[in-house]
């Protein structure tokens, strides 16, 4: 008897091995895909700050550069949101914050945004079009090297030089405040002849928006062209703002003629508030 017991014991011990073995191997797995999503979280949040801070260069083998160019390798990641109009995105181009310091040094400064007006047109006729507060804001005003950090960053993204840029324009959306389709680039014809003209907009999103906000691009490949779009209704391509990510579009075609499909505009606030700032790029320097 007392043997038998033994050897019961001594099997036991046996299946116990691969049970713990097998065990281990679950734990391992969970925190394996713990880390991971954890170490997405964190992506959205803080600890990219270095990696922003030097451009995110990277390890790679570099070319002798020109006298203005930069000695290492460096990515900036993008999405193509639309060829037409040309559209990217740019998850995390800046940090949290980085967009809370611009919103804090703009607050005291904001006003009811004004709109550029074309022939025919007064303050009066155009109100509703654009109901956003703004102020512009440019580098050399701000102190904590925030947006000299992200006007830099434009230049490089772009290859549009900064001199080519206006001051950024932040502004704020509260509930039910939108900015109706329109374009950025002024066509001569309506707006009379222009010294230089709005290539590119580089919208930078300084706040999440809880529900609505979205930038919308009514024509993307030549949709709703042809159906009388009326210029409030919020359609077409959707871009969802969040914080520190960026989105850049060309208003003109690469032979200098006005996109018409980088007609756009910002849907509704539903719920929060919206915070963007967004710098013009032009054709001349200013
Ligand atoms: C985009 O527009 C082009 C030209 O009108 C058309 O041929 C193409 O099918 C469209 N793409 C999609 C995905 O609808
Ligand atoms: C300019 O380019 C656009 C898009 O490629 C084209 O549709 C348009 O006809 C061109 N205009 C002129 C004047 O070349």
Not at 88 to 97: G, K, Q, R, S
Not at 222 to 228: C, E, L, Q, T, V
Request: charged share 25%.
């Amino acid at each position: 008897m007392k043997n038998r017991g033994k050897r019961v014991v001594g099997l036991k011990a046996k299946l116990r091995l691969p049970i713990v073995f097998f065990l281990c191997f679950c734990f391992f797995l969970a925190g394996l895909f713990g880390s991971i999503i954890i170490s997405h979280d964190v992506k959205r949040g803080g600890s990219r700050y270095k990696l922003l801070e030097n451009f995110e260069t990277e390890e790679g083998d570099s070319m002798p550069h020109g006298e203005s160019g930069e000695s290492s390798i460096s990515s900036i990641p993008f999405q193509v949101l639309s060829w037409r109009p040309r559209a990217l995105y740019f998850p995390n181009f800046a940090t949290a914050e980085q967009c809370q310091s611009v919103i804090e040094m703009v607050k005291p400064k904001l006003k009811p945004s004004a709109l550029a007006l074309r022939k025919g047109e007064s303050v009066e006729s155009t109100k509703g079009i654009r109901t956003s507060s703004g102020a512009f804001i440019s580098a050399s005003e701000d102190s904590t090297g925030a947006l000299d950090f992200i006007e830099r960053k434009i230049a490089r993204a772009t290859m549009l030089p900064r001199s080519h840029g206006e001051a950024f324009n932040v502004l704020r959306y509260d509930v039910g405040q939108r900015y109706v389709s329109h374009y950025d680039s002024f066509n001569p014809a309506e707006y009379g002849p222009q010294k230089s003209q709005r290539i590119a907009s580089f919208l930078l999103y300084l706040s999440d928006v809880e529900e609505g906000g979205e930038t919308m691009f009514p024509f993307e490949n030549g949709s709703n062209m042809d159906i009388g779009y009326d210029y409030k209704s919020c359609i077409g391509l959707k871009v969802k703002p969040r914080r520190g990510d960026g989105l850049l579009f060309y208003s003109l075609h690469p032979n200098g003629t006005i996109d018409k499909m980088s007609l756009h505009g910002s849907c509704s606030v539903i719920k929060g508030e919206k915070w963007v700032a967004t710098k013009w790029i032009r054709d001349n320097e200013r």
